[in-house]
């Protein structure tokens, strides 16, 4: 059975830096793309960034060049690291893998930015 783990969430100051990890054990088959969402208090779940299994990457316009997600195949996780925080990145990270059946969730690590 496919798990997803997440760590490295934790509270900061705004500026400071949080580099989030994703390990997905049970050897998920045939990963396609690995991605990060997060979901602030009262509202849906967004998609804050993907990496494609050739590494192309894309970004939500809110993190563009503060936040920067990488894969390490060899050991099914994926990271996130997210510098220069704000507190309106306060939420919860969730991690999400995409395989050719379905996809798999994290249960959620919190980030909490203060001003």
């Known amino acids: 059975q496919v798990q997803l783990v997440e760590s490295g969430g934790g509270s900061v100051q705004a500026g400071g830096s949080l580099r989030l990890s994703c390990a997905a054990s049970?050897?998920?088959?045939?990963?396609?793309?690995m991605n990060w969402y997060r979901q602030a208090p009262g509202k849906q779940r967004d998609l804050v960034a993907t990496?494609?299994?050739?590494?192309?990457?894309l970004y939500s316009d809110s993190v563009k060049g503060r936040f920067t997600i990488s894969r390490d195949n060899a050991n099914n996780t994926v990271y996130l690291q997210m510098n220069n925080l704000k507190p309106e990145d306060t939420a919860i990270y969730f991690c999400?893998?995409?395989?050719?059946?379905?996809?798999?969730w994290g249960q959620g690590t919190q980030v909490t930015v203060s001003s």
């Open positions: 999400n893998i995409k395989t050719p059946l379905r996809y798999y």
């Open positions: 049970g050897r998920p088959f045939n990963i396609n793309s």
């Open positions: 990496v494609s299994s050739g590494g192309s990457t």
